[in-house]
């Protein structure tokens, strides 16, 4: 019995001894892989911040554009309230030829920046609604007096709706200073100017009264064109396939216009023949097109 005990103690002691190691090394076993799950999990992490970050898209700037563009809309409005106070000076004083010849000029201010306008709520149908376009009770502004000047060639009665008329064009000029202008509204804006001119502007709806319908179509024209010029170093940095061909159908655009200029002015839209407005036509819808893809590309 001695014997078997003697043999047995070691053994146990034996058996403990690796039982006792191997627990030790299971309890310092998942410290070990804890911390190599951490350095991945971090470096999984990291990785994944990385890659979300890749694709968050960078926004572009352009407030250059939209400075020299807001510099624009201001300098335009400043000459618009001048020169629409010399019109309705001329409509109160009774001097029919003279605000006949007043009304188109100090028109073409207001046409050229046009979308800044119609962003500030109701001062567009204030000042440039049409007869049909709002209320009959409601209607007043620039062609409210048109119809007065050419239709009925008279100024009478027409004194209040010539102060209201002023005084809409200041409130345009103080409210320009804190609205909103982005790049975004500026490409809208051009492409909506465009878009005057095919709506209204090429079929003689506009100035129905006085057929100076060119004077506008002018304008819109140079207030696209304007847009146009703050941002093409940007769009052509980006595709200089499409900023050519946008300018070389402004180019178009304005050749066709060139015949009809009248001294700083143009001629009356009744001496365009169908074969005049078709061209015209033709080229403000070849203009249009890769006009309308500029926001897409410039990312606005």
């Known amino acids: 019995?001695?014997?078997?005990?003697?043999?047995?103690?070691?053994?146990?002691?034996?058996?403990?001894?690796?039982?006792?190691?191997?627990?030790?090394?299971?309890?310092?076993?998942?410290?070990?892989?804890?911390?190599?799950t951490a350095v991945a999990s971090e470096s999984q992490a990291s990785s994944q911040d990385k890659s979300k970050a890749g694709t968050e898209t960078v926004k572009e700037d352009y407030s250059v554009a939209v400075a020299g563009y807001r510099a624009y809309a201001v300098e335009q409005i400043d000459a618009f309230v001048k020169e629409t106070e010399k019109f309705t000076d001329a409509v109160k004083a009774g001097e029919l030829e003279k605000a006949k010849a007043l009304y188109a000029p100090a028109r073409m201010y207001y046409e050229r920046i046009e979308p800044v306008a119609e962003a500030l709520g109701d001062l567009d149908p204030n000042i440039d609604a049409r007869d049909g376009d709002v209320e009959a009770a409601d209607w007043r502004g620039f062609h409210r007096i048109e119809k007065a000047l050419w239709e009925d060639n008279t100024t009478d009665g027409m004194k209040e709706y010539a102060d209201t008329l002023l005084s809409d064009a200041k409130l345009l000029r103080a409210k320009v200073e804190t609205m909103d202008i982005d790049a975004g509204l500026m490409v809208t804006g051009a492409v909506e100017l465009l878009n005057e001119v095919s709506s209204s502007k090429v079929t003689g709806e506009e100035e129905r009264y006085s057929h100076t319908d060119l004077y506008d179509f002018a304008a819109n024209v140079e207030g696209a064109r304007e847009i146009y010029n703050l941002l093409k170093d940007d769009l052509a940095a980006k595709d200089k396939e499409l900023n050519q061909q946008i300018a070389d159908r402004f180019a178009a655009l304005e050749k066709e216009l060139a015949p009809f200029k009248d001294g700083d002015g143009y001629v009356s839209y009744k001496k365009l023949k169908d074969e005049d407005v078709r061209k015209l036509s033709q080229n403000l819808d070849a203009l249009a097109e890769p006009l309308s893809n500029m926001g897409q590309v410039l990312g606005v």
Not at 5 to 22: F, K, N, Y
């Open 1 to 36: 019995m001695k014997m078997r005990t003697s043999v047995t103690l070691p053994a146990v002691v034996l058996v403990t001894s690796v039982l006792l190691a191997a627990c030790s090394n299971d309890a310092v076993a998942p410290a070990k892989v804890s911390g190599e």
